[in-house]
Nanobody, 122 residues
Framework: QVQLVESGGGLVQAGESLRLSCLASGIIFRINALGWFRQAPGKQREWVASISALGNTEYADSVKDRFTISRDNSKNTVYLQMNSLKVEDTAVYYC????????????????WGQGTQVTVSS
């Protein structure tokens, strides 16, 4: 089993930055891809960004050029640096990990964190 624990969420004003962290523990050698999803109140969960075992990254159009995903394998941690935050970025952010490719739909993903709240005020 793999456990994922997010941290770094909080309340910020529009235009500010936050960095989310996700610490993986357990049988981590099984993990290939890591990523972040988010879910705003009343909305469906949406994919935000992914990073492969080789470090290849992908981003949703809504966050491209503002968010950066990275991973530190020595610390078993994946990060999401969020700059120029907007009110519409307000959501619960979830870390996800998969033994294969990370599905952008979120279906079939092997492991999920509990989520961390990010609130951006105007």
């Amino acid at each position: 089993q793999v456990q994922l624990v997010e941290s770094g969420g909080g309340l910020v004003q529009a235009g500010e930055s936050l960095r989310l962290s996700c610490l993986a523990s357990g049988i981590i050698f099984r993990i290939n891809a890591l990523g972040w999803f988010r879910q705003a109140p009343g909305k469906q969960r949406e994919w935000v960004a992914s990073i492969s075992a080789l470090g290849n990254t992908e981003y949703a159009d809504s966050v491209k050029d503002r968010f950066t995903i990275s991973r530190d394998n020595s610390k078993n941690t994946v990060y999401l640096q969020m700059n120029s935050l907007k009110v519409e970025d307000t959501a619960v952010y979830y870390c996800a990990a998969d033994r294969g490719a990370l599905s952008r739909t979120g279906r079939g993903i092997d492991y999920w964190g509990q989520g961390t709240q990010v609130t951006v005020s105007s």
